[in-house]
């Protein structure tokens, strides 16, 4: 079936560094790719999203580039801030449901 | 503003009650979610409506009903059955095509067992 694989966590980094969370996916067809965040005691929101093989999603300064020969969509962001601590969520969607990894908690300290 | 409403934000059950938690959306949205979130655990599919007046089970439905009885409301109803319902459950809703789009989430309702 289909399914996310997300690396798991907690991620701490200083402020400024370089931040990659790699995700993987199994899929039948040709599923839709999503990058969520959730901050404490909230609701997921979109961050980034790429619905074909080779589109880049970006937003905020985070991207993740649809990479259908080795199946990933791993996030990055060149230099984090205290403010992108949060947990990402990995997840895909290829018809009426959304499957979603397990999550990776990132803390960036000052 | 569109979006997606769920209330309360903190429940309390006690054991061998029902309760019933509010999901209530404004984006016209056809299909709804109902997730739950442990720690550690990434989000668990519980029940999901493509329309209304019809639903499916998801992979943890046990313990857990649903209606759909009008497309800006999914109520979930966690009974007495569901022997372990403390978690934090988040509703979510789809509009566009199917695969093509993002979920749309609420801000959740933690419950806690007392």
């Known amino acids: 079936g289909d399914s996310v694989t997300q690396m798991e966590g907690p991620v701490t980094l200083s402020e400024e560094a370089f931040l990659t969370i790699n995700c993987t996916y199994t899929?039948?067809?040709?599923?839709?790719l999503f990058w969520y965040v959730q901050y404490p005691g909230e609701g997921l929101q979109l961050l980034l999203k790429?619905?074909?093989?080779?589109d880049k999603g970006s937003n905020k300064g985070f991207e993740a580039t649809y990479r259908k020969e080795t199946t990933s969509f791993h996030l990055e962001k060149g230099s984090v801030q205290v403010s992108d601590s949060a947990v990402y969520f990995c997840?895909?969607?290829?018809?009426?449901?959304?499957?979603f990894g397990t999550g990776t908690s990132l803390t960036v300290i000052p | 503003d569109g979006g997606i409403t769920q209330s309360p934000k903190y429940l309390f059950r006690k054991e061998g009650q029902n309760v019933t938690l509010s999901c209530e959306q404004n984006?016209?949205?056809?299909?709804m979610y109902w997730y739950r979130q442990d720690p550690g655990q990434g989000l668990r599919l519980i029940y999901y409506s493509q329309i209304v007046n019809d639903f499916q089970k998801g992979d943890i439905a046990e313990g857990y009903s649903v209606s759909r009885e009008k497309k800006e409301s999914f109520p979930l109803t966690v009974t007495s059955a569901q022997k372990n319902p403390t978690a934090f459950y988040l509703c979510a809703s789809n509009g566009g095509i199917p695969g093509r789009t993002e979920a749309f989430f609420g801000q959740g309702t933690r419950l806690t067992v007392v």
């Open positions: 790429a619905t074909k093989a080779d």
């Open positions: 899929a039948t067809g040709y599923p839709s």
């Open positions: 984006l016209n949205h056809d299909a």
């Open positions: 997840a895909l969607s290829t018809g009426n449901q959304f499957y």
